[in-house]
Structure formats: structure tokens, C-alpha cells
């Protein structure tokens, strides 16, 4: 009997060995890692970014945006009517618009305009460039410095058959002089209108009346 009661003993300590085992090796393996410091932050993706500041008022912001973008449907609020090449002309008009009931202000604008022809003669040295313009004025050339290179015009000529003479007569002294389209600076006045609902006709049918003028839509300033 006490060899069954040893036994029994050894059998349960066996079945109790074989369990312990068996719990330990069901837990999972890993490593514990150390503790981040506070100041680090973790890396975010964009995906994850928008979808924490996403909102449904955002969202709703977001489309209406994407759909009609700022100023899109802001109407400009000024016109401009002109151009006018004159003051005087300007002021007709701008007594016209008075009866009209618009109320306007001018506008000066300026646009470069090829006036003629100009002959000149290339950049050289301030000295050459000087001996030039005295030789050159012996010969009755009218001459003058333009620019800040030394360059020498020898005229601006509305006729291009005038400005060749001149090219010729300075090719006859051995120089070597060009043409060019000479520009002037041309002001042109317009008169700018708060715009109205109703005034759209009214300018349309001095546009009509005046087939030089025309019609712009421009920002108030």
C-alpha cells in the first residue's frame, strides 16, 4: 500500500511539472524595449494628418474651394470706357456720362508707339563718341547722346526715305550707322465707372455711336 501511495504522488508531481511547461511555453517571446523620451513624437503620414484635422465643416470647406475658388464669382466692379487720345475729347465724354447719370474719373494710361525711324551708330568710348559728335555736327548732322552707353542718334525721322539720306551721308565719313524703328511714349486717357445694373446699355450704345471706344471690365482702385 505504500508503494501505491509513492507512486500516486509521483504521478501528480509529474502532471503538475508537465502543466507549468506547458503555460510558459504558450505566452508569446519578445523583448521589452526601453521608454521613448518625452520630446520624441512619433512619424505621422499625411493620410493620418488630414484625417485627424478633417472635420465635417473642413470637408465641406474643402469642396466648396475645390469647386469655386476665391473671387471666381466676384463680378469686377469698375469699367473703363476709352481710349480717348485727347483731354478735351475725354471731357465731352465725361459730360455725356454726367448726363447719363454715371459718375466718372479719367485715367491716364501710356503705350509705347513707333513714331519713325531712327539712325544710330553703335556704342564706342565716351572720347570717339564725342570727337564724332563734333565731326558729325560740321556736316550739319544733328547729333545727341541716348542712353548710358555712349550712343549716338543721329535723328528720329517720321519719313524712312529722310532717315536713309542720313544713313548715307555718315556712311560717306566711314562710319557704320543703322536704322531703327524710333518709339515714343503715347498717353491715352480713359474714364473709369463704378459699375451699375443698369448702365450697361447706356455704354453699349456710345460704343455703338463711337466705334473707337471700347469697353473693359477692370477692378476698382
Not at 188 to 196: A, D, G, H, T, V
Request: hydrophobic share 35%.
Amino acid at each position: 500500500m505504500r508503494y501505491v501511495i509513492y507512486l500516486l504522488v509521483a504521478i501528480n508531481c509529474a502532471y503538475f511539472t508537465w502543466q507549468f511547461f506547458l503555460n510558459v511555453s504558450d505566452e508569446p517571446t519578445g523583448h521589452s524595449l526601453p521608454a521613448l523620451p518625452f520630446d520624441v513624437r512619433r512619424l505621422v503620414t499625411i493620410e493620418e494628418k488630414d484625417a485627424r484635422q478633417s472635420t465635417p465643416e473642413t470637408r465641406k470647406i474643402e469642396g466648396l474651394t475645390a469647386t469655386q475658388p476665391p473671387g471666381a464669382i466676384l463680378p469686377l466692379p469698375c469699367q473703363a470706357l476709352g481710349p480717348f487720345l485727347a483731354e478735351s475729347e475725354l471731357k465731352k465724354f465725361e459730360k455725356r456720362l454726367d448726363c447719363l447719370g454715371l459718375t466718372a474719373r479719367s485715367q491716364t494710361r501710356y503705350q509705347r508707339e513707333q513714331v519713325g525711324y531712327t539712325v544710330l551708330l553703335s556704342p564706342i568710348g565716351y572720347e570717339e563718341a564725342l570727337q564724332i559728335k563734333r565731326r558729325l555736327e560740321k556736316e550739319n548732322i544733328t547729333t545727341s547722346f541716348i542712353g548710358v552707353n555712349n550712343v549716338l542718334s543721329l535723328g528720329v525721322f517720321r519719313d524712312k526715305s529722310r532717315a536713309e539720306k542720313t544713313l548715307a551721308r555718315a556712311q560717306a565719313l566711314g562710319l557704320d550707322p543703322r536704322i531703327e524703328p524710333g518709339y515714343a511714349k503715347r498717353s491715352m486717357y480713359w474714364l473709369i465707372i463704378e459699375r451699375r445694373d443698369d448702365q450697361d446699355e447706356d455704354l453699349t450704345g456710345l460704343t455703338r455711336k463711337y466705334p473707337g471706344l471700347q469697353i473693359e471690365d477692370i477692378a476698382c482702385q
